[in-house]
């Protein structure tokens, strides 16, 4: 069993920065890949990006509106934690965030075993 808790989000103005992190325990996220999603009211749970756990490979989400080139994800497998980086952040950013880990390096959710609360990102106009 992993155990995963989200924070770092908040109220933050358009164009502004916020560092999401994601801590696990009960086991390693070594050998897990680390994914980060997001929902909006009223919305379905929508991939953001990804961190594959061999190789160092990061995904990013390439819908219209996408985060690629202003969110970064990484992790410290030390620290046990994975952290999503956020910049330029715009009103449509709004969703609580929540991060996963599951087997593959996947977009869906269901390739996810393992997921935190979630935290909220609000971002004002």
């Known amino acids: 069993q992993v155990q995963l808790e989200e924070s770092g989000g908040g109220l933050v103005q358009a164009g502004g920065s916020l560092r999401l992190s994601c801590a696990a325990s009960?086991?390693?996220?070594?050998?897990?890949?680390m994914g980060w999603f997001r929902q909006a009211p009223g919305k379905e749970r929508e991939f953001v990006a990804a961190?594959?756990?061999?190789?160092?490979?990061?995904?990013?989400?390439d819908y219209a509106g996408a985060v690629k080139g202003r969110f970064t994800i990484s992790r410290d497998n030390a620290k046990n934690t994975v952290y999503l980086e956020m910049n330029s952040l715009k009103p449509e950013d709004t969703a609580v965030y929540y991060c996963?880990?599951?087997?593959?390096?996947?977009?869906?959710?269901?390739?996810?075993?393992?997921w935190g609360q979630g935290t909220q990102v609000t971002v004002s106009s």
């Open positions: 961190h594959s756990w061999r190789g160092g490979r990061t995904y990013y989400a």
């Open positions: 996963g880990a599951g087997p593959v390096t996947g977009t869906r959710t269901d390739e996810y075993r393992y």
């Open positions: 009960g086991r390693t996220i070594s050998s897990y890949a």
